[in-house]
């Protein structure tokens, strides 16, 4: 590859070509007035750059015929790309100069842009990491999914509730991605199978597609860290085949002539449609299957390119990475398209797919994994469900039965069909049968995918269910977000710990270092200086950087507990009503999170907390001691801004619940100290920090199973913290709702009535404790800052570096590209 001996760009150099596209692009000589102008024109000059190493990546893949991985995945949450392409690139200081000399901050340019927001949370920030870290690491690697027009839905708080409208990422064009018209698939829905006698007295099914979609690949392109690698996001808009009836327009029918149009556009237009309707279930699993089935003909439209009809290479050149079970629809369309398609008898179709795909489990909650009425399977996609069919009956007739002959009831647990009033696909079983790996997120989540979701698939396959732990990229979530640290940093690691992370470790050595620890704890404050005005611009709520900021951010969800967060705040208010005197540090509780639309108690959560928020933030009884924000539309650049600023990362999920988490690892690598439960990653965070420096609380897996044998009675809990009822009695009335009681009362109901599934009131104690116990270290100022100091210099291990080189070792097999 030439780029390497290239000269590097100078600063002049670079203004030029901001300038060049800013009159010959966006013909906007007079930009003074225009950031977002400049920061169009400042995409387009790194993209020269971007376009070029992609070109020559290309042709290295090419030449090396280096075997690739596919990461298949319905969400990517991308945030904004300009900064961490920069960095990536080495181009910040020049593009800073560059943007200088037109007379602009580079940061300011940077809040012009708009976050690639196509996901949700945890699940589509992973993959947007691991692409980070692919290209970083010089592998070859293709990340597949769907263009929606509208990403994550935008949130606003109107009178404390969550008000959501819809995300216009794009509405004026998104200068990263770019169309690529030659690569457009054809995908077919609907219709009927057909079965045909053939001569030689076997039978070949012809699906006769009711439907034809069009699938319009854009190119996102994914800059590695100081690697030569840019790889592709390749994100999947549908369109109809044709635009729309010419003749019908004519005749005066407008919006006739657009119907077959905006049905099939519908397909992209948004992430997680409202599937609680029949039509919005059927939306998704289309959604899933376009997608699933544009990648395959693509990546075997790559792989023709190469080695035209000879398949003897696929397997060793293709591995399929399904990314949850949203894309599980893939097994079914490749062994569709080489049987139907390419001619592949029943057998080596399957031992094909069963050697290219592996499967990533996120989550142990029964209700996430995905189900699709067979009947609905039938109506859409008629010939996937036949040999879905007769994968189960392979399946059932020869591996359960060899291993479990007889025996009925494992029969039914098995199948891939669940029976029922409604029979029902289950997609995660048929990930399990066909993959060649699969893998939880975290040892603790491995474990239990192993003991208690698929017990008897790891008896059936031993071997094939593994462990990957998550990580995060340091680019984005220290060396970009935190400039001031990791400008401290460099003064102490030798190596390129953005590249090494593990050589952060010899930060740990000055951790007692009075001298560092000022520095350290010195940018501590300034960023929160820097996010007290970013709060106050945002709410309206002043908050003093002195105070411990005390961060939950994170998808909302009754697992995550962001209640069991509210009522300890609700028993620190209720601790200085009683004594205004009484002796803690002061706090800011910070939360930023969006509840999915139809979550009710999920947004009830929300109003709670605002509604209580607005009543402690005025009230002056309580001398400042206690703030509550919830700052709106948490999104990626929202993270960026809150993280460096962190003193203490809550994650404080139900023990066996949260897989991994990964704010836990972006937090801690910026220094919060966490106080969690020993769940997903918070173990082996735990692990690398050693007890001292985290503050572990609550109920373990084994304790939370023992609890449900036993029966669990969280009324008990209620009676017997005096503290914990007054509490949830305020809820339960008027106290924060004069005139109007019970409307904070569906936590309440939640936790007393609805059997608190899970178990907040059976931590709370400990969970005070622990809070206890963290004040206490944070008045100790040598102290903290040693605990912060250490949490940074361990992280090491989190990197997504290190989980894609596990990836790469145990199941992906790739090399990289020299
Ligand atoms: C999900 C899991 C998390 C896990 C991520 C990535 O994220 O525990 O860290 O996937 O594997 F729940 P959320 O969508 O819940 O944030």
Same mark, same amino acid.
């Given at each position: 590859m030439a780029t390497a001996t290239k000269k590097p760009l100078t600063a002049a150099q670079f203004k030029t070509k901001v300038l060049h596209h800013l009159n010959f692009?966006?013909?906007?000589?007079?930009?003074?007035?225009n950031p977002s102008a400049v920061l169009r024109a400042v995409c387009l000059a790194v993209n020269e750059v971007v376009y070029e190493k992609l070109k020559e990546t290309n042709a290295a893949h090419t030449e090396q015929k280096a075997r690739s991985v596919n990461y298949l995945s319905l969400e990517y949450l991308m945030g904004r790309m300009l900064s961490n392409n920069l960095h990536n690139l080495n181009l910040f200081d020049i593009a800073q100069k560059a943007v200088a000399d037109l007379g602009f901050e580079l940061e300011d340019i940077f809040e012009e842009g708009h976050d690639l927001a196509l996901g949700n949370g945890g699940l589509g920030r992973l993959a947007a990491c691991f692409l980070d870290s692919l290209a970083t690491l010089d592998y070859n690697a293709v990340g597949y999914g769907i263009h929606y027009q509208h990403g994550l839905f935008e949130q606003q708080f109107h009178k404390c509730r969550q008000i959501e409208t819809p995300d216009e990422w794009r509405e004026y064009g998104n200068p990263w991605e770019v169309c690529r018209p030659e690569a457009v698939q054809e995908i077919p829905l609907f219709g009927s199978v057909e079965t045909q006698a053939q001569v030689d007295g076997s039978v070949k099914k012809i699906w006769h597609p009711g439907q034809i979609i069009k699938g319009v690949p854009w190119d996102v392109p994914i800059v590695g860290y100081n690697s030569k690698t840019v790889n592709v996001l390749r994100l999947w808009e549908s369109r109809a085949c044709s635009h729309f009836d010419w003749d019908q327009f004519n005749a005066g029918a407008y919006q006739d002539a657009h119907s077959a149009q905006n049905q099939a556009e519908t397909i992209s237009k948004v992430l997680y449609p409202n599937d609680e309707t029949e039509a919005g279930k059927e939306l998704r699993f289309i959604q899933q299957y376009f997608f699933c089935a544009c990648s395959i003909k693509d990546i075997i439209k790559r792989y023709q390119k190469q080695y035209g009809d000879d398949w003897s290479e696929f397997a060793n050149q293709t591995v399929i990475q399904l990314n949850d079970t949203h894309p599980t629809i893939a097994i079914l369309e490749l062994m569709r398209t080489l049987m139907d398609d390419y001619d592949f008898n029943w057998d080596n179709a399957w031992a094909m797919c069963r050697q290219v795909f592996a499967y990533t489990n996120h989550t142990l909650l029964p209700e996430a994994l995905e189900k699709w009425a067979v009947s609905m399977f039938e109506r859409v996609l008629p010939r996937h469900l036949e040999i879905l069919y007769a994968i189960n009956e392979q399946f059932l007739n020869h591996e359960v039965a060899r291993m479990w002959p007889g025996d009925v009831q494992m029969r039914a647990r098995l199948s891939l069909i669940e029976e029922g009033q409604q029979k029902m696909v289950r997609m995660a079983h048929l990930c399990v049968v066909t993959s060649f790996k699969v893998n939880g997120v975290a040892q603790i989540h491995s474990d239990l995918v192993q003991s208690d979701l698929f017990p008897e698939f790891n008896k059936l396959y031993p071997g094939k269910l593994t462990n990957v732990t998550n990580g995060v990229t340091?680019?984005?979530?220290?060396k970009a977000c935190n400039p001031k640290l990791s400008k401290l940093l460099d003064t102490v690691v030798k190596n390129d710990w953005a590249k090494e992370l593990s050589s952060l470790n010899a930060v740990a050595e000055y951790a007692d270092d009075a001298k560092f620890q000022k520095k350290f704890m010195d940018i501590k404050h300034e960023n929160k200086v820097k996010l007290a005005g970013e709060i106050h611009k945002l709410t309206g709520v002043e908050v003093n950087p002195e105070a411990i900021f005390d961060v939950q951010i994170k998808r909302l969800h009754e697992y995550k507990r962001q209640h069991l967060n509210f009522l300890h705040i609700l028993g620190l208010y209720r601790r200085l009503l009683e004594n205004p005197d009484y002796d803690m540090h002061p706090r800011v509780f910070i939360f930023g999170a969006k509840a999915a639309p139809g979550y009710y108690l999920a947004k009830e959560i929300i109003y709670a907390i605002n509604k209580v928020a607005e009543r402690i933030n005025n009230?002056?009884?309580?001398?400042?001691?206690l703030k509550v924000v919830f700052l709106p539309n948490y999104r990626v650049t929202l993270a960026e801004k809150i993280i460096p600023a962190a003193d203490v990362s809550e994650q404080i999920s139900?023990?066996?619940? +949260?897989?991994?988490?990964?704010g836990n690892m972006k937090l801690a690598l910026n220094g919060a100290v966490t106080i969690g439960t020993l769940d997903g990653a918070n173990v082996e965070i735990a692990e690398e920090v050693g007890d001292d420096n985290i503050f572990i609380f609550g109920n373990t897996v084994d304790q939370i199973k023992a609890m449900k044998v036993a029966g669990y009675n969280p009324w008990q809990f209620y009676e017997a913290n005096e503290e914990l009822k007054d509490v949830i009695d305020w809820l339960r009335g008027d106290f924060f709702t004069p005139g109007k009681p019970? +409307?904070?009362g569906a936590i309440a109901h939640s936790l007393l009535e609805g059997g608190d599934p899970y178990r907040v009131l059976a931590d709370y104690d400990d969970y005070a404790r622990a809070q206890e116990a963290l004040d206490v270290a944070y008045k100790d100022s040598k102290r903290w800052a040693r605990m912060a100091i250490l949490n940074t210099a361990k992280m090491g291990k989190f990197t997504s570096d290190r989980s894609i080189q596990d990836y790469v070792n145990n199941i992906w097999k790739l090399t990289p590209i020299k």
């Open positions: 692009t966006s013909s906007e000589v007079d930009f003074q007035d340091p680019r984005r979530w220290l009230d002056a009884r309580i001398k400042d001691k139900t023990a066996g619940k +949260e897989a991994s988490g990964t019970g +409307e904070l």
